[in-house]
T-cell receptor, first 115, second 111 residues
Framework: GQQLNQSPQSMFIQEGEDVSMNCTSS?????WLWYKQDPGEGPVLLIA?????ELTSNGRLTAQFGITRKDSFLNISASIPSDVGIYFC???????????????FGPGTRLSVLP | NAGVTQTPKFRVLKTGQSMTLLCAQD?????MYWYRQDPGMGLRLIHY???????AKGEVPDGYNVSRLKKQNFLLGLESAAPSQTSVYFC??????????FGSGTRLTVV
């Protein structure tokens, strides 16, 4: 089935640094989602993107729907210790996916923030 | 504000045993989903439901059964557990089919 690639797989950064990560697909997607998962918890939705080129922010987080529609990017500015976790992307190709059953999830980027 | 509650949180099964994972949501959502999460892989959809009394297969349904007898509950059953079903299982619910509220997961080990 369709797979998403996320880069980097893991990263260690200093508190206060900015973070960039991306998600790529071999197919064109119509919707991109970004989630964060804390240890021992389920994913929590951060940002949803619906149009190519769209740039959406949620506090210190900014995500972009790539122009090619085959990728998406997530940036975190001025990282803090609570940003630690795994960041997942998810996407779907078909607007006819009425029930959310066709979302494909990436394997995640594990972020560690050093004080 | 409970959201989505999964029970149990941890379980160890012997190969061939059966069990049921319970998911309960208090948000009156129509849609509910069961996913499994394995190391190095993204979440994969096992089964989903678009309303009380309905179920449908996801990407990896083999070895699992589900039931949605009440709108707020979505049960995932393993009739004869196999080591390949060792995973973390997440339930989610949503009202719009775009994104769901996830539970905190059930970590299942089959030995």
């Amino acid at each position: 089935g369709q797979q998403l690639n996320q880069s980097p797989q893991s990263m260690f950064i200093q508190e206060g640094e900015d973070v960039s990560m991306n998600c790529t697909s071999s197919s064109i997607f119509n919707t991109w989602l970004w989630y964060k998962q804390d240890p021992g918890e389920g994913p929590v939705l951060l940002i949803a993107l619906y149009k190519a080129g769209e740039l959406t922010s949620n506090g210190r987080l900014t995500a972009q729907f790539g122009i090619t529609r085959k990728d998406s990017f997530l940036n975190i500015s001025a990282s803090i210790p609570s940003d630690v976790g795994i960041y997942f992307c998810a996407g779907r190709m078909d607007y006819r996916d009425n029930y959310g059953q066709n979302f494909v999830f990436g394997p995640g980027t594990r972020l560690s923030v050093l004080p | 504000n409970a959201g989505v509650t999964q029970t149990p949180k941890f379980r160890v099964l012997k190969t061939g045993q059966s069990m049921t994972l319970l998911c309960a949501q208090d948000m009156n959502h129509e849609y509910m989903y069961w996913y499994r999460q394995d190391p190095g892989m993204g979440l994969r959809l096992i089964h989903y439901s678009v309303g009380e009394g309905t179920t449908a297969k996801g990407e990896v349904p083999d070895g699992y059964n589900v039931s949605r007898l009440k709108k707020q509950n979505f049960l995932l059953g393993l009739e004869s557990a196999a080591p390949s079903q060792t995973s973390v299982y997440f339930c989610a619910s949503s009202y719009e089919g775009i994104s769901g509220t996830f539970g905190s997961g059930t970590r299942l080990t089959v030995v």
